[in-house]
Structure formats: C-alpha cells, structure tokens
C-alpha cells in the first residue's frame, strides 16, 4: 500500500520537486525494465545453447567410449595405457570477458585444443578405432570447456537479472506510487487552502459590504 512520505511539507515547492523525482524514478523503471528484458532474452539463449551443448557433448563421449572399447579389445588394456602416458598436454586456453548491459561475461577461446592432439606410436600396433576415440574425447573436451563458459555466463546472469527485478520492483510497486501518493496529497492540500482562502475573502468581502451600507 502507498505511503505519504514523511517529512514533507505541502508547498508547491515540494510538489514540483516530486513531480521531478516521480518522472526520474519512472525514467529508471524503464531503464531497468529494458534492461531485465535483454537480460533475460541473453540468459534463455544461454540457456538453449546448453542444453543443445551438452547432449552433443553426451552423445560424442558415448561414441569415444564404444570406440576405445573396440580399441581395447584389438591391442590391449596396458597398450592403451601406454598410449595414454603418452599423450602431449593441452594448449592453454585463453579467458576473455565481455559485457552485455554492463555484466561480465566469460568467453573462453577454444581454439588452442580444436585440433586433437595425438600421441606418437605405432600404427602397425594399434587400431583405427583409438584414433576415433581420441578424435571425439577432444571434441567432448571442446564442449565441456564450452559448457563451462555458458555455465558462467548463466550464473551471472541470474544473479544481474535478480538484482535488476529487485530494483525494478521496488521502483515501481513502493518508490514510484509513494512519490504519486505524497503528491496527491499536496494537491489536496493546496486545493483545501485555495478553498480556505477563497471562503475567507468572501466573507471579508460581505463583512466590507454589509460595514459600507451600515455606515
């Protein structure tokens, strides 16, 4: 329920003064409407991104494992192992933000481990399969990286969206209709005195009257 500030005094003054704050929090309002909207529009892209994301990354790691099974069941448990300890290390990946409606939001370069990085050995030892493998376990890699960006940017979001609701809302259901209800009420006010006065000089105005004809 709106409020009359306290503290305020019925003057015109006062009611052109929150006439101009009424119109800035109006102004802010609608800023952060706009605001939340683009907001939220950025998160539920987000949002599809991942789930698309990670049934790509669910499905490929599927077929990594069917791969490296096969793989396994042609050279060996302990030659894959060898394989494996004998993998080069990843290239570094690259961090980067940029903002949308002044929120920061993580964009990770994967460009660095696009390219599966497959160990030297034997072909004549080994099997397509493990190659297959490696292939899609990279590719797996590409989109967990992915998904951790996304996974960043939805939690920042939410948080930017939160906040931004919060200010919105007390804008508009508390600041704005306390400032509409304090300015009614000085309206009414001033319009009592007017009247006030209005009937007082009426009444001197008949009291002059009556007081030139008595005399």
């Known amino acids: 329920m709106a409020k009359i500030i306290e503290g305020i005094k019925p003057t015109r003054m006062e009611l052109i003064a929150l006439k101009r704050r009424r119109g800035i929090a109006q102004k802010g309002d609608k800023i952060l409407s706009d605001k939340r909207d683009v ?12 789930e698309a994301l990670r049934d790509s990354m669910l499905l490929t790691l599927e077929k990594a494992y069917e791969s490296l099974i096969e793989a396994e069941m042609v050279i060996g448990e ?7 300890e004998g993998m080069p290390r990843i290239g570094e990946i690259a961090v980067s933000e940029s903002a949308i409606m002044g929120v920061e939001i993580p964009n990770i370069d994967t460009g660095s481990i696009e390219k599966p990085q497959l160990p030297n050995y034997n072909f004549t030892k080994t099997n397509s399969k493990l190659d297959d493998a490696l292939v899609n376990v990279n590719k797996a890699l590409v989109a967990i990286v992915k998904l951790a960006e996304i ?15 919060r200010r919105a ?11 509409e209800a304090t300015i009614k009420w000085i309206e009414f006010q001033l319009e009592e005195r007017e009247r006030e006065d209005f009937l007082r000089r009426k009444r001197i105005k008949a009291l002059l009257e009556r007081r030139r004809e008595e005399s």
């Open 39 to 50: 907001l939220v529009s950025a998160f539920f892209e987000r949002i599809k991104n991942r």
């Open 78 to 84: 302990d030659r894959i192992r060898d394989i494996g």
């Open 151 to 165: 996974e960043g940017s939805v939690q920042r979001l939410a948080i930017e969206i939160e906040r931004t609701r």
């Open 169 to 179: 809302n007390m804008l508009e259901y508390v600041v704005i209709p306390n400032l």
